[in-house]
């Protein structure tokens, strides 16, 4: 019933900010290879079908390549997008782009549903390593991509995971010193308001890690204007453990605990997104976007002896069945469809493992075994307990409709309180001594670069168990005045690699996701170890005076009978949950490393094709990733400018 009302309250919110979508601007043409159109010839409404760059996927990388390629008007680019704009979806840009809005219809259950029309509906195969769970993992499927479903966390990778970057790919311009500017590049940083957020201990960060005031760009960067309550309880626990506090998560060191930056508008506190970028791009003659229109396959002609990317098919018709038109690249294609998209598109382009290309006759154009295979994620999982209800945490937001309207209209109509607030937005990272690495078996990690973490932690102030829909979890756990908040750990050197294979021969079936999560020993064991880390931090000192009796009797899930490592491996085999960070499936390394592109993101063993997104990752750094994808399409823009002459 508390869920209900919930629902309810989103309901009539949502009633009085509905936009109507926008009608397609879309060129239909005729069928491929002839054939009766199935629609309307309305190709005269574009002058013509050809540009220098096409761009596959309006998402994070997608649009901020697009845009900077466009920059300097002397090359058209088009960007492709099988989704809408987020400016005309019926889930309303005040709602969606709601900091606080960012655990809705991120949950691993179906019944988790309010964002699907901006979702691509990806569900993983059943997991051996989550008890053959099958879990749904949120991608945004609008402009922005998953810029517009994550946590909004912003911080950079430490100097060894890109010194690890520089070793896969033979090429030193990947390291920290020499990407930092293209980190800096994409976005502009507003310092937290600390009039506004009255927090204790307050938000630190180090301003040498932004470049200068009079740098402006897209993407803007921040702290939210409201802190969570719960999170200044963690850092001193976390302190009191051993974690030290930390100034900056994007100097190059990731160590110890600090509330994390996020992309977030300063002024109205709304989620800041690579949307930007196509704000900034539109009013270009040379900029050219289609949404609703779906990539279908790459089209190769021979250059020498080479196959060329020449073209790409599309259809503009629901759920791209069919092929309806083609654009034409004069200089090159750039795939940015995420770690999941593009190796699909590679693949049925005829660009992949040779049993994939087989298995389904599309016609071979390069075989490379590399192709979806690779895959990394992050996992978290972790204890929830009951604190005291003048806390309120997210389970106030959630079992209460009364105050969730009122914070509704308070976020709406000034930009303050809780919704102002990405509820992740406390983060500490860890390494774990060689000791006790080699006590719980898990001595590999010792390959990491000495300023690798293995763990994070983050803030989450509620209830969250199995993350089926954290909404509802929070409504029925709350209805009785109970009030809770969370640490969850992730594995953030994650040992399990994961694949992406087709459904068919066609984008419109969506690949076959196996991310293997937990599957191998290594991080089972690191898995216990962190699970009792979380534990540690809920037992502190600094913990007592929120939490409702003693750190045994407050713990509700899973509850102080789980002790035993088997118990507690099961159960977190029972509630583990991606962090989203799906990455390298066409990973950009040394090809008898397992490449699948060069040093310069061009695919191998053709011209004219890169792929520019998480999939292009060599490894995936410890943490979220999203500040390195900007990085990357900022370089792979320089990369592809430099290359036109």
């Given at each position: 019933?508390?869920f209900?009302?919930?629902?309810?309250?989103?309901?009539?919110?949502?009633?009085?900010?509905?936009?109507?979508?926008?009608?397609?601007?879309?060129?239909?043409?005729?069928?491929?290879?002839?054939?009766?159109?199935?629609?309307?010839?309305?190709?005269?409404a574009?002058?013509?079908?050809?540009f220098?760059?096409?761009?596959?996927?309006a998402?994070?990388?997608?649009?901020?390549?697009?845009?900077?390629?466009?920059?300097?008007?002397?090359?058209?680019?088009?960007?492709?997008?099988?989704?809408?704009?987020?400016?005309y979806?019926?889930?309303?840009?005040?709602?969606?782009q709601?900091?606080?809005?960012?655990?809705?219809?991120?949950?691993?259950?179906?019944?988790?549903?309010?964002?699907?029309?901006?979702?691509?509906?990806?569900?993983?195969?059943?997991?051996?390593?989550?008890?053959?769970?099958?879990?749904?993992?949120?991608?945004?499927k609008?402009?922005?991509g998953?810029s517009?479903?994550?946590f909004?966390?912003?911080?950079?990778p430490?100097?060894?995971?890109?010194?690890?970057?520089?070793?896969?790919?033979g090429?030193?311009?990947?390291s920290?010193?020499?990407?930092?500017?293209?980190?800096?590049?994409?976005?502009?940083?507003?310092?937290?308001?600390?009039?506004?957020?009255?927090?204790?201990?307050?938000?630190?960060?180090?301003?040498?890690?932004?470049?200068?005031?009079?740098?402006?760009?897209?993407?803007?960067?921040?702290?939210?204007?409201l802190?969570?309550?719960?999170?200044?309880?963690?850092?001193?626990?976390?302190?009191?453990?051993?974690t030290?506090?930390?100034?900056?998560?994007?100097?190059?060191?990731?160590?110890?605990?600090?509330?994390?930056?996020?992309?977030?508008?300063?002024?109205?506190?709304?989620?800041s997104?690579?949307?930007?970028?196509?704000?900034?791009?539109?009013?270009?003659s040379?900029?050219?976007?289609?949404?609703?229109?779906?990539?279908?396959?790459?089209?190769?002609?021979?250059?020498?002896?080479?196959?060329?990317a020449?073209?790409?098919?599309?259809?503009?018709?629901?759920?791209?069945?069919?092929?309806?038109?083609?654009?034409?690249?004069?200089?090159?294609v750039?795939?940015?469809?995420?770690?999941?998209?593009?190796?699909?598109?590679?693949?049925?382009?005829?660009?992949?493992?040779?049993?994939?290309?087989?298995?389904f006759?599309?016609?071979p154009?390069?075989?490379?075994?590399?192709?979806?295979?690779?895959?990394?994620?992050?996992?978290?999982?972790?204890?929830?307990?009951?604190?005291?209800?003048?806390?309120?945490?997210?389970?106030?937001?959630?079992?209460?409709?009364?105050?969730?309207?009122?914070?509704?209209?308070?976020?709406t109509?000034?930009?303050?309180?809780?919704l102002?607030?990405?509820?992740?937005?406390?983060?500490?990272?860890?390494?774990?001594?060689?000791?006790?690495?080699?006590?719980?078996?898990?001595?590999?990690?010792?390959?990491?670069p000495?300023?690798?973490?293995?763990?994070?932690?983050?803030?989450?102030?509620?209830?969250v168990?199995d993350?089926?829909?954290?909404?509802?979890?929070?409504?029925?756990?709350?209805?009785?005045?109970?009030?809770?908040s969370?640490?969850?750990?992730?594995?953030?050197?994650?040992?399990?690699?994961?694949?992406?294979?087709?459904?068919?021969?066609?984008?419109?079936?969506?690949?076959i996701?196996?991310?293997?999560?937990?599957?191998?020993?290594?991080?089972q064991?690191?898995?216990?170890?962190?699970?009792?880390?979380?534990?540690?931090?809920?037992?502190?000192?600094?913990?007592?005076p929120?939490?409702?009796?003693?750190?045994k009797?407050?713990?509700?899930?899973?509850?102080?009978d789980?002790?035993?490592?088997?118990?507690?491996?099961?159960?977190i085999?029972?509630?583990?949950?991606?962090?989203?960070?799906?990455?390298?499936?066409?990973?950009?390394?040394k090809?008898?490393l397992g490449g699948?592109?060069?040093?310069?993101?061009?695919?191998?063993?053709?011209?004219?094709?890169?792929?520019?997104?998480?999939?292009?990752?060599?490894?995936?750094?410890?943490?979220?990733?999203?500040?390195?994808?900007?990085?990357?399409?900022?370089?792979?823009?320089?990369?592809?400018?430099?290359?036109?002459?």
């Open positions: 019933m508390q209900l009302n919930l629902l309810s309250v989103i309901a009539l919110y949502t009633s009085f900010n509905l936009v109507n979508g926008s009608p397609l601007a879309n060129p239909i043409g005729s069928i491929i290879n002839g054939g009766t159109p199935l629609v309307p010839n309305l190709a005269p574009l002058s013509n079908n050809t220098d760059y096409v761009v596959l996927g998402g994070t990388a997608g649009l901020t390549l697009a845009a900077r390629l466009s920059q300097d008007g002397k090359s058209s680019v088009l960007v492709i997008e099988a989704g809408g704009d987020i400016d979806n019926a889930v309303p840009k005040e709602f969606s709601t900091p606080g809005g960012d655990v809705v219809g991120c949950g691993s259950a179906d019944s988790d549903f309010i964002q699907n029309d901006i979702d691509w509906g990806y569900k993983t195969v059943p997991q051996a390593g989550a008890n053959n769970r099958r879990i749904r993992y949120a991608r945004g609008v402009s922005g998953s517009t479903r994550n909004m966390l912003y911080q950079r430490t100097i060894g995971t890109m010194d690890k970057w520089v070793d896969l790919t090429d030193q311009s990947w920290f010193k020499n990407t930092i500017n293209f980190f800096k590049r994409s976005m502009t940083f507003t310092p937290p308001n600390h009039a506004l957020r009255q927090e204790s201990p307050a938000a630190q960060y180090d301003a040498s890690n932004w470049g200068s005031s009079a740098l402006t760009a897209p993407l803007q960067v921040t702290f939210p204007h802190p969570q309550n719960f999170s200044k309880y963690m850092q001193l626990s976390a302190n009191e453990v051993g030290p506090t930390t100034q900056s998560f994007n100097g190059g060191v990731l160590n110890g605990i600090q509330y994390a930056p996020t992309t977030m508008d300063p002024k109205f506190n709304h989620r997104t690579s949307h930007a970028f196509l704000d900034d791009a539109q009013g270009r040379n900029f050219h976007s289609y949404f609703q229109t779906y990539a279908k396959r790459i089209i190769f002609t021979k250059d020498g002896n080479t196959p060329r020449s073209a790409v098919t599309i259809s503009t018709l629901p759920n791209g069945i069919l092929e309806t038109d083609i654009v034409y690249a004069r200089k090159e750039i795939v940015s469809s995420g770690a999941f998209g593009s190796p699909q598109l590679l693949m049925v382009s005829g660009i992949g493992p040779q049993a994939q290309l087989q298995k006759n599309i016609t154009v390069v075989i490379n075994e590399n192709v979806g295979k690779n895959m990394q994620d992050h996992i978290f999982f972790g204890p929830s307990y009951k604190v005291d209800p003048a806390l309120k945490t997210f389970t106030e937001l959630a079992a209460n409709p009364v105050f969730l309207a009122t914070q509704l209209v308070n976020y109509a000034a930009a303050l309180g809780p102002t607030n990405n509820v992740a937005d406390m983060l500490a990272w860890e390494r774990i001594d060689p000791v006790t690495l080699a006590s719980i078996g898990a001595s590999k990690l010792l390959t990491y000495s300023d690798w973490p293995f763990l994070e932690a983050f803030s989450a102030p509620g209830a168990g993350f089926s829909n954290l909404l509802a979890t929070n409504a029925e756990m709350g209805a009785d005045g109970s009030r809770f969370t640490i969850l750990m992730a594995l953030v050197a994650p040992q399990s690699r994961g694949t992406v294979t087709l459904a068919s021969k066609d984008t419109s079936d969506l690949p996701i196996d991310p293997a999560w937990l599957t191998d020993p290594v991080d064991k690191v898995a216990i170890y962190a699970f009792k880390r979380a534990r540690q931090y809920f037992a502190a000192k600094a913990m007592a929120i939490l409702i009796g003693n750190a009797t407050a713990e509700t899930l899973p509850g102080s789980v002790q035993t490592d088997d118990q507690i491996l099961n159960w085999r029972n509630n583990l949950m991606t962090v989203w960070h799906a990455s390298c499936t066409c990973s950009m390394q090809k008898e699948v592109l060069d040093n310069k993101l061009q695919v191998y063993g053709v011209n004219g094709l890169r792929v520019v997104d998480a999939s292009s990752f060599p490894v995936l750094p410890p943490g979220h990733p999203q500040s390195t994808i900007y990085m990357l399409a900022e370089r792979a823009a320089d990369l592809i400018l430099a290359a036109r002459g």
